[in-house]
């Protein structure tokens, strides 16, 4: 499984890095968001369709350790559940 540490900021500027990334490390992905204070659109959008396409090939997706700011943004959007849960496959 790999593990990725994403920066602290999330943002237009690191949403090539964050798709290269993960493109790259294709199958079990593990993340460590304990740095991140912000999280922009592109890069959430990026993050939806990884989990996404991950539970639909049957591997595993998983933001670990996720900071407080990244909770309360995932919060404010009603996708906390859904982005850290570990779906069964």
């Known amino acids: 499984m790999s593990e990725i540490i994403l920066p602290a900021r ?5 949403s090539a890095n964050l798709l290269k990334c993960l493109e790259s490390n294709f199958g079990d992905v593990s993340m460590d968001a304990s740095n991140v204070k912000f ?8 993050l939806i369709f990884f989990k996404e396409l991950s539970t639909k090939r049957g591997k595993s997706f998983s933001i ?3 900071s407080a700011q990244m909770v309360e943004d995932f919060n404010f959007l ?5 982005m850290f849960e ?4």
Do not use: E
């Open 10 to 14: 999330l943002d237009t500027a690191a």
């Open 39 to 46: 999280v922009g659109a592109k890069c959430l959008t990026i």
């Open 64 to 66: 670990n350790k996720p």
């Open 78 to 82: 009603n996708i906390t559940k859904y």
């Open 86 to 89: 570990v779906p069964s496959i």
